[in-house]
Protein backbone atom coordinates (compact mmCIF):
# COMPACT_ATOMS: atom_id res chain seq x y z
CA UNK A 1 0.00 0.00 0.00
CA UNK A 2 1.16 3.85 -0.30
CA UNK A 3 2.39 5.48 2.64
CA UNK A 4 -0.02 5.78 5.43
CA UNK A 5 1.59 8.87 5.77
CA UNK A 6 -1.45 11.05 7.25
CA UNK A 7 -3.00 7.81 9.18
CA UNK A 8 0.31 7.09 10.96
CA UNK A 9 -0.36 9.60 13.92
CA UNK A 10 -2.98 12.33 15.39
CA UNK A 11 -1.96 15.55 14.21
CA UNK A 12 -3.09 19.31 12.56
CA UNK A 13 -3.16 18.53 8.63
CA UNK A 14 -1.53 21.11 6.39
CA UNK A 15 -3.88 23.66 4.97
CA UNK A 16 -2.82 22.78 1.76
CA UNK A 17 -2.10 19.40 1.98
CA UNK A 18 -4.23 16.69 -0.37
CA UNK A 19 -2.61 13.41 1.00
CA UNK A 20 -5.29 12.61 3.97
CA UNK A 21 -8.66 11.94 2.95
CA UNK A 22 -10.75 9.45 4.51
CA UNK A 23 -12.68 7.27 2.28
CA UNK A 24 -14.94 3.78 3.24
CA UNK A 25 -12.09 1.79 1.47
CA UNK A 26 -8.95 3.74 3.30
CA UNK A 27 -7.04 6.17 2.11
CA UNK A 28 -6.38 8.24 -1.09
CA UNK A 29 -3.20 10.09 -2.62
CA UNK A 30 -2.33 12.16 -4.83
CA UNK A 31 -0.34 10.38 -7.33
CA UNK A 32 3.27 12.30 -7.70
CA UNK A 33 2.65 13.38 -11.90
CA UNK A 34 4.49 15.61 -14.20
CA UNK A 35 3.70 17.65 -17.16
CA UNK A 36 5.90 19.28 -19.85
CA UNK A 37 5.88 21.01 -23.15
CA UNK A 38 9.53 21.74 -25.09
CA UNK A 39 7.69 25.20 -27.00
CA UNK A 40 5.11 25.82 -29.25
CA UNK A 41 5.89 26.18 -32.67
CA UNK A 42 5.91 24.74 -36.35
CA UNK A 43 7.38 21.39 -36.24
CA UNK A 44 7.16 19.04 -39.28
CA UNK A 45 5.48 15.91 -39.03
CA UNK A 46 8.62 13.45 -39.46
CA UNK A 47 11.12 15.54 -39.15
CA UNK A 48 14.30 15.20 -37.33
CA UNK A 49 13.26 18.17 -34.72
CA UNK A 50 9.94 16.41 -34.22
CA UNK A 51 12.08 13.32 -32.56
CA UNK A 52 14.24 15.25 -31.13
CA UNK A 53 11.47 17.20 -29.50
CA UNK A 54 9.74 14.03 -28.16
CA UNK A 55 13.10 12.40 -27.08
CA UNK A 56 13.26 16.16 -24.82
CA UNK A 57 9.89 16.19 -23.48
CA UNK A 58 9.99 12.21 -22.61
CA UNK A 59 13.58 12.45 -20.93
CA UNK A 60 12.87 15.77 -18.84
CA UNK A 61 9.92 13.64 -17.75
CA UNK A 62 11.63 10.85 -16.88
CA UNK A 63 13.82 12.81 -14.87
CA UNK A 64 11.21 14.61 -12.55
CA UNK A 65 9.50 11.01 -11.87
CA UNK A 66 12.57 9.94 -10.78
CA UNK A 67 12.87 12.82 -8.47
CA UNK A 68 9.72 12.32 -7.25
CA UNK A 69 10.47 8.99 -6.60
CA UNK A 70 13.05 9.85 -4.23
CA UNK A 71 11.31 12.40 -2.59
CA UNK A 72 7.32 11.73 -3.03
CA UNK A 73 6.67 15.13 -0.81
CA UNK A 74 5.16 13.41 2.50
CA UNK A 75 6.14 12.74 5.69
CA UNK A 76 6.05 9.26 6.82
CA UNK A 77 5.76 10.24 10.67
CA UNK A 78 2.04 12.23 9.65
CA UNK A 79 0.45 15.30 8.47
CA UNK A 80 2.07 17.82 10.21
CA UNK A 81 3.69 20.67 8.35
CA UNK A 82 6.20 20.08 5.71
CA UNK A 83 10.21 21.27 6.58
CA UNK A 84 10.78 22.94 3.71
CA UNK A 85 13.07 20.99 2.15
CA UNK A 86 10.66 18.35 2.08
CA UNK A 87 7.84 20.59 0.60
CA UNK A 88 9.84 21.96 -2.12
CA UNK A 89 9.84 17.64 -3.54
CA UNK A 90 7.56 19.20 -6.81
CA UNK A 91 10.35 22.38 -7.25
CA UNK A 92 13.01 20.19 -7.20
CA UNK A 93 11.25 17.68 -9.76
CA UNK A 94 10.47 20.80 -11.65
CA UNK A 95 14.04 22.19 -12.06
CA UNK A 96 15.31 18.70 -12.57
CA UNK A 97 12.99 17.80 -15.76
CA UNK A 98 13.38 21.64 -17.30
CA UNK A 99 17.54 21.17 -17.13
CA UNK A 100 17.18 18.18 -19.15
CA UNK A 101 14.85 20.02 -21.83
CA UNK A 102 17.62 23.09 -21.56
CA UNK A 103 20.76 20.28 -21.94
CA UNK A 104 18.59 19.18 -25.12
CA UNK A 105 18.91 19.44 -28.93
CA UNK A 106 15.69 21.44 -30.21
CA UNK A 107 14.51 23.27 -27.11
CA UNK A 108 14.98 26.54 -27.68
CA UNK A 109 16.55 27.04 -24.08
CA UNK A 110 20.06 26.95 -22.20
CA UNK A 111 22.21 24.96 -24.89
CA UNK A 112 19.94 25.45 -28.18
CA UNK A 113 19.29 29.47 -27.38
CA UNK A 114 18.35 31.93 -29.84
CA UNK A 115 21.14 33.93 -30.53
CA UNK A 116 19.98 38.33 -30.36
CA UNK A 117 19.83 40.30 -33.74
CA UNK A 118 22.84 42.66 -33.19
CA UNK A 119 25.41 41.02 -30.84
CA UNK A 120 24.59 37.56 -31.66
CA UNK A 121 24.67 36.29 -27.99
CA UNK A 122 22.59 34.08 -25.49
CA UNK A 123 20.15 36.28 -23.31
CA UNK A 124 18.24 33.75 -21.10
CA UNK A 125 14.74 34.16 -19.33
CA UNK A 126 13.67 31.45 -16.60
CA UNK A 127 11.80 31.63 -13.73
CA UNK A 128 10.39 29.00 -11.08
CA UNK A 129 7.53 29.12 -8.48
CA UNK A 130 6.40 26.98 -5.93
CA UNK A 131 2.31 27.07 -5.03
CA UNK A 132 2.89 26.00 -1.27
CA UNK A 133 4.21 29.03 -0.46
CA UNK A 134 3.39 31.75 -3.56
CA UNK A 135 7.25 31.66 -3.72
CA UNK A 136 9.09 32.82 -6.90
CA UNK A 137 12.19 33.07 -8.56
CA UNK A 138 13.16 34.57 -12.30
CA UNK A 139 16.10 35.62 -14.23
CA UNK A 140 15.70 38.18 -17.38
CA UNK A 141 17.24 38.92 -20.60
CA UNK A 142 20.68 37.76 -18.66
CA UNK A 143 23.86 36.73 -20.49
CA UNK A 144 26.08 33.81 -19.80
CA UNK A 145 24.27 31.56 -17.91
CA UNK A 146 24.71 27.75 -18.33
CA UNK A 147 21.91 26.85 -16.62
CA UNK A 148 19.44 29.49 -16.45
CA UNK A 149 16.46 27.97 -14.61
CA UNK A 150 18.81 26.38 -11.54
CA UNK A 151 20.20 29.73 -11.00
CA UNK A 152 16.57 31.32 -10.85
CA UNK A 153 15.91 28.44 -8.40
CA UNK A 154 18.70 30.26 -6.27
CA UNK A 155 17.36 33.67 -6.85
CA UNK A 156 13.80 31.95 -5.33
CA UNK A 157 15.82 30.43 -2.27
CA UNK A 158 17.60 33.68 -1.49
CA UNK A 159 14.58 35.78 -1.50
CA UNK A 160 12.74 33.56 0.98
CA UNK A 161 15.50 33.94 3.10
CA UNK A 162 15.12 35.03 7.17
CA UNK A 163 12.24 32.21 7.83
CA UNK A 164 10.68 33.74 4.37
CA UNK A 165 10.67 37.27 5.16
CA UNK A 166 12.74 37.98 1.89
CA UNK A 167 14.97 40.56 4.33
CA UNK A 168 18.77 39.65 5.00
CA UNK A 169 19.88 40.05 8.18
CA UNK A 170 20.83 43.84 7.74
CA UNK A 171 17.23 44.72 6.51
CA UNK A 172 17.64 44.78 2.75
CA UNK A 173 14.77 43.33 0.51
CA UNK A 174 16.16 40.65 -1.36
CA UNK A 175 14.94 40.36 -4.94
CA UNK A 176 13.24 37.74 -6.43
CA UNK A 177 13.77 38.54 -10.27
CA UNK A 178 17.26 39.39 -11.71
CA UNK A 179 17.99 40.76 -15.00
CA UNK A 180 20.77 41.22 -17.66
CA UNK A 181 24.38 41.47 -15.92
CA UNK A 182 22.50 40.94 -12.25
CA UNK A 183 21.89 37.63 -12.99
CA UNK A 184 25.32 36.77 -14.22
CA UNK A 185 27.05 38.50 -11.10
CA UNK A 186 25.04 35.98 -8.66
CA UNK A 187 26.07 33.02 -11.00
CA UNK A 188 29.72 33.88 -9.95
CA UNK A 189 29.21 34.66 -6.44
CA UNK A 190 27.79 31.13 -6.20
CA UNK A 191 29.06 27.93 -6.21
CA UNK A 192 30.56 27.58 -9.82
CA UNK A 193 29.63 23.84 -10.30
CA UNK A 194 26.09 24.76 -9.79
CA UNK A 195 25.63 27.73 -11.18
CA UNK A 196 28.19 27.71 -14.24
CA UNK A 197 28.66 31.24 -15.70
CA UNK A 198 30.71 31.53 -18.92
CA UNK A 199 33.44 34.32 -18.28
CA UNK A 200 32.80 35.42 -21.71
CA UNK A 201 28.81 36.79 -22.16
CA UNK A 202 28.66 34.47 -24.68
CA UNK A 203 28.77 37.06 -28.11
CA UNK A 204 29.67 36.20 -31.47
CA UNK A 205 31.26 38.93 -32.88
CA UNK A 206 30.60 38.43 -36.67
CA UNK A 207 27.71 37.69 -38.42
CA UNK A 208 29.51 35.19 -40.79
CA UNK A 209 30.47 31.40 -40.00
CA UNK A 210 34.11 32.06 -40.53
CA UNK A 211 34.50 34.54 -38.56
CA UNK A 212 32.17 33.59 -35.66
CA UNK A 213 33.29 33.54 -32.41
CA UNK A 214 31.07 30.45 -30.71
CA UNK A 215 31.52 29.66 -27.51
CA UNK A 216 31.19 25.82 -26.27
CA UNK A 217 29.61 26.51 -23.29
CA UNK A 218 26.05 27.10 -24.38
CA UNK A 219 25.51 27.41 -28.20
CA UNK A 220 26.82 24.22 -30.45
CA UNK A 221 28.80 25.31 -33.62
CA UNK A 222 26.35 23.54 -35.84
CA UNK A 223 23.72 25.11 -34.30
CA UNK A 224 24.94 28.74 -33.99
CA UNK A 225 26.05 28.25 -37.40
CA UNK A 226 22.63 27.38 -38.63
CA UNK A 227 21.54 30.85 -37.18
CA UNK A 228 24.29 33.24 -38.24
CA UNK A 229 23.18 31.83 -41.60
CA UNK A 230 19.88 33.17 -40.56
CA UNK A 231 21.29 36.42 -39.29
CA UNK A 232 23.05 37.09 -43.04
CA UNK A 233 19.51 36.26 -44.97
CA UNK A 234 17.95 38.83 -42.28
CA UNK A 235 20.72 41.31 -43.18
CA UNK A 236 20.15 41.05 -46.66
CA UNK A 237 16.66 41.13 -47.25
CA UNK A 238 16.14 43.97 -44.35
CA UNK A 239 18.71 46.20 -46.43
CA UNK A 240 17.33 45.39 -49.85
CA UNK A 241 13.40 46.17 -48.26
CA UNK A 242 14.86 49.07 -45.86
CA UNK A 243 12.72 47.06 -43.04
CA UNK A 244 9.04 47.80 -43.06
CA UNK A 245 7.49 48.22 -40.29
CA UNK A 246 5.75 44.96 -41.21
CA UNK A 247 8.64 43.15 -41.40
CA UNK A 248 9.85 44.13 -37.49
CA UNK A 249 12.04 41.32 -35.71
CA UNK A 250 9.22 41.47 -33.12
CA UNK A 251 6.87 39.60 -35.75
CA UNK A 252 9.40 36.91 -35.90
CA UNK A 253 7.04 33.97 -35.15
CA UNK A 254 5.99 33.86 -38.53
CA UNK A 255 4.90 30.44 -39.83
CA UNK A 256 7.10 27.55 -41.17
CA UNK A 257 6.70 27.04 -44.94
CA UNK A 258 5.67 23.87 -45.79
CA UNK A 259 9.18 22.79 -46.78
CA UNK A 260 10.33 23.19 -43.61
CA UNK A 261 13.45 25.00 -44.93
CA UNK A 262 14.98 27.93 -44.09
CA UNK A 263 13.75 30.96 -46.07
CA UNK A 264 15.84 32.09 -49.55
CA UNK A 265 17.20 35.28 -49.50
CA UNK A 266 14.09 36.53 -51.70
CA UNK A 267 12.06 36.03 -48.48
CA UNK A 268 10.23 38.18 -46.23
CA UNK A 269 13.05 39.57 -43.80
CA UNK A 270 11.05 37.97 -40.90
CA UNK A 271 9.80 35.22 -42.28
CA UNK A 272 12.70 32.66 -40.45
CA UNK A 273 11.52 29.55 -38.38
CA UNK A 274 10.32 30.32 -35.40
CA UNK A 275 11.14 26.98 -33.88
CA UNK A 276 10.33 26.23 -29.71
CA UNK A 277 9.30 28.78 -27.94
CA UNK A 278 9.54 28.40 -23.82
CA UNK A 279 10.08 25.10 -22.44
CA UNK A 280 7.65 24.52 -19.40
CA UNK A 281 7.41 22.44 -16.41
CA UNK A 282 4.32 21.43 -13.96
CA UNK A 283 5.06 19.15 -11.36
CA UNK A 284 2.21 17.79 -8.29
CA UNK A 285 3.65 16.08 -5.21
CA UNK A 286 2.08 13.27 -3.28
CA UNK A 287 0.59 15.77 -0.85
CA UNK A 288 -0.71 18.02 -3.83
CA UNK A 289 1.98 20.92 -3.90
CA UNK A 290 2.23 22.07 -7.50
CA UNK A 291 5.55 24.20 -8.86
CA UNK A 292 6.44 25.13 -12.09
CA UNK A 293 9.49 26.36 -14.10
CA UNK A 294 10.28 27.81 -17.35
CA UNK A 295 13.14 28.55 -19.79
CA UNK A 296 13.58 30.17 -22.80
CA UNK A 297 16.11 31.66 -25.07
CA UNK A 298 13.59 34.06 -26.23
CA UNK A 299 12.00 34.50 -29.86
CA UNK A 300 14.09 34.59 -33.28
CA UNK A 301 15.71 38.11 -33.93
CA UNK A 302 15.14 39.33 -30.96
CA UNK A 303 16.31 43.05 -29.54
CA UNK A 304 19.10 43.19 -27.37
CA UNK A 305 17.88 43.20 -23.61
CA UNK A 306 14.38 42.12 -24.69
CA UNK A 307 12.63 39.87 -21.61
CA UNK A 308 9.72 37.38 -22.99
CA UNK A 309 6.87 35.75 -20.91
CA UNK A 310 9.36 32.87 -19.41
CA UNK A 311 10.51 35.23 -16.16
CA UNK A 312 7.30 36.75 -15.33
CA UNK A 313 5.26 35.56 -12.46
CA UNK A 314 1.33 35.44 -13.75
CA UNK A 315 2.47 35.75 -17.67
CA UNK A 316 4.40 32.63 -18.17
CA UNK A 317 4.26 30.40 -15.07
CA UNK A 318 1.70 30.36 -12.31
CA UNK A 319 0.88 27.63 -9.31
CA UNK A 320 -1.46 28.33 -6.32
CA UNK A 321 -1.63 26.08 -3.66
CA UNK A 322 -5.15 24.30 -2.13
CA UNK A 323 -6.97 27.12 -0.25
CA UNK A 324 -10.36 28.21 0.49
CA UNK A 325 -12.00 31.37 -0.29
CA UNK A 326 -14.98 32.78 1.36
CA UNK A 327 -18.04 32.96 -1.36
CA UNK A 328 -21.59 33.68 -1.20
CA UNK A 329 -22.55 30.63 0.31
CA UNK A 330 -19.54 30.27 2.33
CA UNK A 331 -16.19 29.37 2.45
CA UNK A 332 -15.24 27.29 -0.57
CA UNK A 333 -12.45 24.75 -1.06
CA UNK A 334 -10.20 26.03 -4.56
CA UNK A 335 -7.92 23.30 -5.94
CA UNK A 336 -4.04 23.86 -6.45
CA UNK A 337 -3.22 24.72 -9.95
CA UNK A 338 -0.21 25.39 -12.02
CA UNK A 339 -0.16 26.79 -15.70
CA UNK A 340 3.02 27.38 -17.68
CA UNK A 341 2.43 29.37 -20.94
CA UNK A 342 4.61 29.44 -24.46
CA UNK A 343 4.35 31.74 -27.62
CA UNK A 344 4.42 35.00 -28.39
CA UNK A 345 5.96 36.46 -25.47
CA UNK A 346 4.39 40.23 -25.91
CA UNK A 347 0.75 38.68 -26.54
CA UNK A 348 1.31 36.44 -23.35
CA UNK A 349 2.43 39.34 -21.09
CA UNK A 350 -0.98 41.39 -22.15
CA UNK A 351 -2.93 39.07 -21.43
CA UNK A 352 -1.45 37.58 -18.28
CA UNK A 353 -2.41 33.97 -19.74
CA UNK A 354 -0.78 32.12 -16.96
CA UNK A 355 -2.51 33.73 -14.13
CA UNK A 356 -5.90 34.19 -15.84
CA UNK A 357 -5.89 30.53 -16.78
CA UNK A 358 -5.18 29.46 -13.34
CA UNK A 359 -7.99 31.68 -12.10
CA UNK A 360 -10.62 29.77 -14.61
CA UNK A 361 -9.89 26.25 -13.82
CA UNK A 362 -9.62 26.56 -9.67
CA UNK A 363 -12.79 28.64 -10.26
CA UNK A 364 -14.92 26.18 -12.42
CA UNK A 365 -16.48 23.31 -11.71
CA UNK A 366 -16.57 21.17 -15.24
CA UNK A 367 -13.90 18.98 -16.48
CA UNK A 368 -10.34 20.47 -17.26
CA UNK A 369 -10.68 19.96 -20.93
CA UNK A 370 -14.17 21.63 -21.26
CA UNK A 371 -12.57 24.61 -19.10
CA UNK A 372 -9.48 24.61 -21.34
CA UNK A 373 -10.72 25.41 -24.40
CA UNK A 374 -13.35 28.27 -22.95
CA UNK A 375 -10.66 30.11 -20.84
CA UNK A 376 -7.98 30.50 -23.50
CA UNK A 377 -10.14 31.59 -26.28
CA UNK A 378 -11.97 34.08 -23.88
CA UNK A 379 -8.76 34.94 -22.49
CA UNK A 380 -6.38 35.11 -25.45
CA UNK A 381 -7.74 34.27 -28.95
CA UNK A 382 -10.51 36.99 -28.03
CA UNK A 383 -8.95 39.48 -25.42
CA UNK A 384 -9.36 42.66 -26.53
CA UNK A 385 -5.98 43.35 -25.84
CA UNK A 386 -4.99 41.47 -29.40
CA UNK A 387 -7.87 43.24 -31.74
CA UNK A 388 -4.66 44.71 -33.49
CA UNK A 389 -2.51 41.58 -33.42
CA UNK A 390 -3.66 39.42 -36.93
CA UNK A 391 -2.12 35.94 -36.02
CA UNK A 392 -2.02 35.08 -32.22
CA UNK A 393 -0.03 32.09 -31.45
CA UNK A 394 0.17 31.13 -27.68
CA UNK A 395 -0.11 27.87 -25.81
CA UNK A 396 -0.47 26.35 -22.18
CA UNK A 397 -0.23 23.71 -20.36
CA UNK A 398 -2.20 23.06 -17.13
CA UNK A 399 -1.71 20.72 -14.10
CA UNK A 400 -4.80 21.10 -10.87
CA UNK A 401 -5.65 18.55 -8.56
CA UNK A 402 -9.10 17.47 -7.03
CA UNK A 403 -10.22 18.05 -3.22
CA UNK A 404 -12.79 15.13 -3.34
CA UNK A 405 -11.16 11.94 -4.65
CA UNK A 406 -7.12 12.94 -4.91
CA UNK A 407 -7.26 12.54 -8.59
CA UNK A 408 -4.94 14.93 -10.92
CA UNK A 409 -6.08 16.40 -14.42
CA UNK A 410 -3.78 17.37 -16.83
CA UNK A 411 -4.46 19.04 -20.50
CA UNK A 412 -3.01 21.91 -22.60
CA UNK A 413 -4.20 24.33 -24.91
CA UNK A 414 -2.67 25.81 -27.94
CA UNK A 415 -2.74 28.31 -31.11
CA UNK A 416 0.37 27.28 -32.33
CA UNK A 417 0.76 24.64 -34.78
CA UNK A 418 2.07 22.29 -32.78
CA UNK A 419 3.02 21.73 -29.30
CA UNK A 420 5.16 19.01 -27.84
CA UNK A 421 4.34 17.70 -24.54
CA UNK A 422 4.78 14.49 -22.35
CA UNK A 423 3.39 13.54 -18.95
CA UNK A 424 3.34 10.38 -16.55
CA UNK A 425 3.08 9.44 -12.99
CA UNK A 426 4.46 7.28 -10.32
CA UNK A 427 3.10 4.15 -9.43
CA UNK A 428 3.25 2.35 -5.97
CA UNK A 429 4.76 -0.81 -6.19
CA UNK A 430 3.56 -2.78 -3.05
CA UNK A 431 5.51 -5.79 -3.26
CA UNK A 432 8.67 -3.64 -3.13
CA UNK A 433 7.02 -1.00 -1.00
CA UNK A 434 7.78 1.90 -3.25
CA UNK A 435 7.46 4.46 -6.18
CA UNK A 436 8.53 3.29 -9.34
CA UNK A 437 7.88 5.50 -12.56
CA UNK A 438 4.92 4.56 -14.88
CA UNK A 439 4.38 4.93 -18.24
CA UNK A 440 5.27 7.95 -19.84
CA UNK A 441 3.72 9.13 -22.97
CA UNK A 442 4.92 11.66 -25.53
CA UNK A 443 3.23 13.22 -28.44
CA UNK A 444 3.06 16.15 -30.74
CA UNK A 445 -0.20 18.22 -30.59
CA UNK A 446 -0.70 19.35 -33.59
CA UNK A 447 -3.52 22.41 -34.35
CA UNK A 448 -6.54 22.50 -36.64
CA UNK A 449 -6.00 24.07 -40.02
CA UNK A 450 -7.07 27.58 -39.34
CA UNK A 451 -10.66 28.15 -40.89
CA UNK A 452 -12.61 31.78 -41.35
CA UNK A 453 -14.52 31.74 -38.14
CA UNK A 454 -10.86 32.20 -36.67
CA UNK A 455 -7.51 30.60 -35.58
CA UNK A 456 -7.56 26.98 -34.82
CA UNK A 457 -7.51 26.07 -31.40
CA UNK A 458 -5.83 22.68 -30.60
CA UNK A 459 -6.56 21.23 -26.40
CA UNK A 460 -5.66 17.90 -24.93
CA UNK A 461 -5.51 16.50 -21.31
CA UNK A 462 -5.46 12.87 -19.48
CA UNK A 463 -6.35 12.08 -16.13
CA UNK A 464 -4.67 10.44 -12.95
CA UNK A 465 -7.04 8.45 -10.48
CA UNK A 466 -5.95 9.01 -7.00
CA UNK A 467 -3.96 6.19 -4.85
CA UNK A 468 -5.95 3.88 -2.55
CA UNK A 469 -5.00 1.64 -0.25
CA UNK A 470 -8.12 -0.47 1.01
CA UNK A 471 -6.40 -1.61 4.18
CA UNK A 472 -5.05 2.01 5.04
CA UNK A 473 -6.02 3.34 8.52
CA UNK A 474 -8.83 6.10 7.58
CA UNK A 475 -6.43 9.23 7.55
CA UNK A 476 -8.38 12.94 9.11
CA UNK A 477 -10.08 14.63 6.77
CA UNK A 478 -9.73 18.23 5.74
Known sequence: ???????????????????????????T????????????????????????ALLACRRAARAALQQLARCPGHLPTG?????????????????????????STGPNAGLDSTLTLRTGRVEADAAVMCGRAGDFGGLAACPGIL????????VLQRSRAGSGSGLDPGGRVLPCLLSGEGGWTLGRELDASKYPCSEEPLVVDRPTYAEALVSGALVTEKRAAQRIRLLDVYARNAKRARLSPAAHPGNAHAEVPASGREP??????????????????????GAGR??????????????????????????GLYASAFRRESGRYGPRPMPPVGVCTTGRGEQIIRTQLAREMADAVSQAGDPLIEVLGRAFRHTFLDAPQ???HPVRDGGCIVMTASREDCSVDIGWAHSTDTLPVAFGRLEWDPAAARWRVGR???LISRRPARVNAGPGLTTGGAHFPGVQAADAPPGPSL
Open 1 to 27: MPPASCAAKAGTPADDCLVCRSRPGGL
Open 29 to 52: QVPPSVLVHAGGGSLVPGSLAERQ
Open 79 to 103: CTRLPMDEASAALEAAVAAAEVLER
Open 147 to 154: RPVRLALA
Open 264 to 285: APSDSPASVPPGGDTIGVCVID
Open 290 to 315: VACATSSGGIWLKEEGRVGSSPLLGA
Open 386 to 388: LSS
Open 440 to 442: IQA
